[in-house]
């Protein structure tokens, strides 16, 4: 799978937008990209993931470039509750679940 | 519908125990897979199965560690003679399927401590 790039720690306001980048510039026309979060050494939890289009659900919305050599996860109006670890993971089509898990994005959300 | 349940949350052997993880998939889901973290670190996979076959351990050590899922009861991950090294979170996930666009939802995890 594709290896993923991501800063190591951003902070955000509680109430703004919350934009977390991703960068996977050896990404396969396959490879899906997924974002999980994990809240204080609690289990990983879904957020959302897309091949090409942009997706948006009731979490968040996930922004991928034209060329998919990069992404955005963008949180529309953060709460405190939103401080975790956030991952991002590219995943090859037809494979078993072998997610590649980096160090993640620490995200702390200050009120 | 219950989210994917594992127990022990918390488990303390002594060196040269045996530790029995239990992982029990969401319903409908006949897919599961082990993960291993250590603090400050991301998820590492160990395995995968689907009910009574193991179909990717390329992440289990050789010796020591196995699992299994059985026709009938939650999915197991067995550490026998435990050491200091094996002291960490394990992780389990499920999934109704095994395709790219099919995402996985993960249990609260299994916290083991070697002593």
């Known amino acids: 799978d594709a290896k993923t790039t991501q800063p190591p720690s951003m902070d955000c306001a509680e109430g703004r937008a919350a934009n977390l980048p991703c960068n996977h510039s050896?990404?396969?026309?396959?490879?899906?990209v997924y974002w999980y979060r994990q809240i204080h050494s609690q289990g990983p939890q879904y957020i959302i993931h897309g091949l090409k289009n942009n997706e948006t659900n009731e979490m968040a919305s996930l922004i991928i470039t034209e060329d998919r050599k990069s992404s955005t996860l963008i949180l529309p109006h953060a709460t405190l509750r939103d401080t975790a670890v956030y991952y991002c993971i590219v995943r090859v089509a037809d494979s078993n679940y072998q997610l590649i898990w980096g160090a993640g994005t620490k995200l702390i959300i200050k009120p | 519908n219950a989210g994917v349940m594992q127990n022990p949350r918390h488990l303390v052997r002594r060196r040269g125990q045996e530790a029995r993880l239990r992982c029990s998939p969401m319903k409908g889901h006949s897919h599961v897979y082990w993960y291993r973290q250590l603090p400050e670190e991301g998820l590492k996979f160990m395995v995968y199965l689907q009910k009574e076959n193991i179909i990717d351990e390329s992440g289990m050590p050789k010796e020591r560690f196995s699992a299994e899922f059985p026709k009938e009861g939650p999915s197991i991950l067995r550490i026998q003679q435990v050491v200091r090294g094996d002291s960490a979170a394990y992780f389990c996930?499920?999934?109704?399927?095994?395709?790219?666009?099919?995402?996985?939802?993960f249990g609260q995890g299994t916290r083991l401590t070697v002593v």
């Open positions: 050896t990404i396969s026309g396959n490879e899906y």
């Open positions: 996930a499920s999934s109704p399927g095994q395709g790219a666009n099919t995402e996985a939802f």
